[in-house]
């Protein structure tokens, strides 16, 4: 195993020190895995996290217009309840917290075991699950369909909300709406490996691919011939076209997301692919967004996410934010 890293044990310690050194407008709440913004506004508090291995998410989704607190658990380990509720508490500023939380049992649980806990604190705290990955239904770290890089549209169009002084009750409205209308797909070409394991989390062949491939290396539906740019994007759309129906009414904002590995020149080859799939079907395009979003350590693949817009989601989508992870 070759890592840039000092020891598995302070692999993330690293990391979050190493990170508010270069986003000063971000702070750690000391002896926590947890980032918040330096300058917190009277409205309702924002928090996500998760898994270490995945950056720019969650921390890099701290700032304006956006995240409040994200907080990381171990690399692909779900934050621990107390972690979460240090960052429930670091941005509670009497209006409420809202949580956005991928449908994976161990944040759900931690995340509602915290949100619980600061219930009794007298926090109100509400919550949304974002289960956009079409690909399965029940994987092995979830019930149901997992959340992957569709919970980035999450973070903007609920953080803008809640920029605006929408309370807790609307932000989550929103962010269900969001939710509802999000649909991603993955894959991969070659694996990723987890410090404290050593070793690739799974074996493809040179010539093999894997189609629904989960953030956490966990199995798609299908481990098949690689193919081309353009083949594999037909296979991954025509799923999301079958899961979910758009007619030429429809507009769409997507991310095309790198999973750690994937050079930047491969994911426009894939995204004038979907571009071109979405004139044929006539599915107006708000925006484009390409890059990596949502990664798997260093994981050799990509995700296709497609939101459909209304006109409250697509000024939601377009107002101002500040995070470093965030492209616009």
């Known amino acids: 195993m070759k ?16 990170f508010v050194k270069a986003h000063t407008e971000l702070v750690r709440v000391p002896e926590t895995q947890v980032i ?5 506004t009277d409205k309702v508090g924002l928090v996500s996290g998760g898994g270490s291995g995945h950056e720019p998410a969650h921390a890099g989704y701290v700032g304006k217009g956006m995240l409040d607190a994200a907080v990381s658990g171990e690399v692909f380990t779900s934050p621990t309840p107390d972690q979460v509720l240090a960052a429930i508490k670091a941005v509670n500023r009497g209006k409420g917290v809202f949580l956005i939380i991928k449908n994976y049992t161990g944040d759900v649980m931690n995340f509602e075991m915290a949100a619980e806990l600061a219930a009794v604190d007298g926090i109100e705290v509400q919550q949304v699950i974002v289960n956009d990955d079409i690909a399965v239904e029940g994987s092995t770290y979830t019930v149901g369909r997992r959340g992957i890089a569709g ?44 410090p404290a394991n050593g070793k690739p989390s799974f074996d493809l062949g040179e ?39 758009f007619s030429k009414d429809d507009k769409v904002a997507v991310l095309v997301n790198g ?20 004139n044929q079907r006539q599915v107006s395009v708000h925006k484009m967004y390409v890059g990596e979003y949502m990664t798997s350590l260093e994981m050799s693949g990509f995700s296709i996410s497609f939101l459909r817009l209304d006109r409250e989601l697509e000024t939601l989508l377009d107002a101002e934010a500040s995070a470093p992870g965030w492209k616009n």
């Not at 918040?36 to 917190?40: A, C, S």
Request: include cysteine.
């Open 3 to 18: 890592k840039l890293m000092n020891g598995v044990a302070d692999y993330v310690d690293d990391m979050l020190q190493g």
């Open 207 to 245: 010539a093999e691919m894997e189609i629904g491939m989960g953030i956490h290396g966990e199995p798609g539906t299908e481990r098949i011939a690689l193919k081309t740019a353009e083949e594999i994007v037909d296979l991954l759309t025509d799923r999301i076209f079958n899961h979910t129906s």
């Open 36 to 40: 918040v913004r330096k300058e917190l």
């Open 151 to 194: 919970t980035v549209f999450v973070h903007k169009i609920a953080g803008a909300a809640a920029e605006a002084g929408a309370d807790l009750p609307e932000v989550k409205r929103i962010a269900e709406k969001v939710v509802q209308n999000t649909y991603s797909i993955g894959m991969s070409l070659a694996p990723c490996t987890v």
């Open 259 to 278: 999973l750690g590995a994937t050079p930047l020149s491969e994911l426009y080859i894939v995204n004038k692919r979907v571009a071109e799939i979405l």
